[in-house]
């Protein structure tokens, strides 16, 4: 058998987090469907029998109508493709659902919130969905393998070894267990970062969902065979589907003096053709600066994020041991400083501190 495994595409995903810019969203989205055609196509040119989806193929919340066309489209073009999609928290088997309501192509075999089996020539496929945005139990412990002797393959969302005691549970699954039921390939999906290492197997997301998925993206492809009553071969492989990367790029302001310099600096960096990045401004700054003001200046359209990370360059210290107006603002801004233990309100207290230090320079 000759397969395919993907999971957490997340179609019609907002990006709404992912920019400051106009317009990214709809980019995002357009490349989502790219690479999902990617998909198609290297099935149509590799006779690939197969195709896992684990779970998160769309956005139950933004996803169109129009975006499910667009899939089952294609899904019609592999007719010849035996496809298997297990719902996740993102996409569940819920009643207004699209798993639920459309009229998928005659070879898409859509798992629901019971433990399934599809008996097939080549193996048995047993999957489990979502029917609900979180899931404490698949009852995965339950399941027993009907025919050792044959290929058996899981399809299933969910989190490997995830503490049980957290309130807002995505079907946590024991790796032990799974590895003491005898089947020869797990695909699962919900962890975006890829890891197949042996038969237990995520993919990782097939497309980057923002600036904590760098890297290569893609999909798994993978040949398994089983003669009667032996261990199953498999072999598996990683193939790269990325039509964007997001990089980070970093700028020690320390020694830069002024804002048309630092503007300059960010202008300069080296940014590849698809890559998107985000600029993280780390140091001392000499100057205020404002995120919202640079975006107006920056000449790279690759440049899509700034987070400014960087400390005032001053002794606040110092300052607050002057008997000045300026000494007592800091010594109750340090105060405040000290108290708070959310590093966000650091934040909000440090750029306080810069502001009333510009409003109060000269005074005595």
Aim: charged residues 30%; negative net charge.
């Amino acid at each position: 058998m000759k397969f395919i495994h993907i999971a957490d595409l997340h179609f019609d995903s907002p990006f709404v987090n992912l920019s400051d810019k106009e317009g990214l969203g709809e980019l995002c989205r357009l490349q989502q469907r790219k690479v999902f055609k990617k998909v198609i196509e290297y099935i149509k040119e590799n006779q690939i029998d197969t195709l896992f989806i684990s779970g998160d193929l769309y956005e139950q919340e933004y996803i169109r109508k129009t975006t499910i066309e667009y899939i089952n489209n294609l899904f019609k073009e592999i007719s010849d493709t035996k496809i298997y999609i297990a719902p996740g928290n993102h996409d569940p088997y819920i009643k207004n659902s699209y798993y639920n309501k459309f009229k998928w192509s005659d070879n898409v075999k859509i798992f629901e919130g019971k433990i399934e089996k599809v008996n097939t020539p080549e193996a048995d496929i047993y999957g489990f969905g979502f029917e609900d945005f979180y899931c404490k139990d698949s009852n995965i412990s339950e399941l027993e393998i009907e025919n050792p002797n044959k290929l058996n393959i899981l399809v299933m969302h969910g989190d490997i070894d995830a503490s049980q005691a957290v309130e807002n549970q995505y079907n946590p699954i024991s790796k032990k267990e799974l590895l003491s039921k005898g089947f020869d390939y797990i695909a699962l999906g919900h962890i975006h970062k890829p890891n197949y290492e042996n038969y237990i197997v995520y993919p990782g997301s097939a497309f980057p969902l923002g600036f904590d998925e760098l890297g290569k993206r893609g999909m798994i492809v993978g040949e398994i065979n089983k003669e009667e009553s032996s261990k199953s071969n498999l072999t598996t492989k990683f193939v790269e589907l990325n039509e964007i990367y997001f990089v980070e790029k970093e700028i020690d302001v320390t020694p830069i003096l002024s804002k048309e310099e630092l503007v300059e600096k960010i202008n300069e960096l080296p940014i590849q053709e698809k890559e998107l990045a985000k600029v993280v401004l780390i140091g001392k700054r000499n100057f205020e600066i404002d995120v919202y003001d640079l975006y107006k200046l920056i000449e790279n359209d690759k440049i899509i994020k700034i987070k400014e990370k960087t400390k005032m360059n001053y002794d606040l210290q110092k300052i607050a041991n002057d008997t000045t107006l300026k000494g007592l603002y800091v010594k109750e801004m340090i105060t405040k400083l000290e108290e708070e233990h959310d590093e966000e309100e650091k934040q909000i207290i440090e750029k306080a501190i810069e502001i009333g230090l510009d409003i109060l320079e000269g005074t005595v």
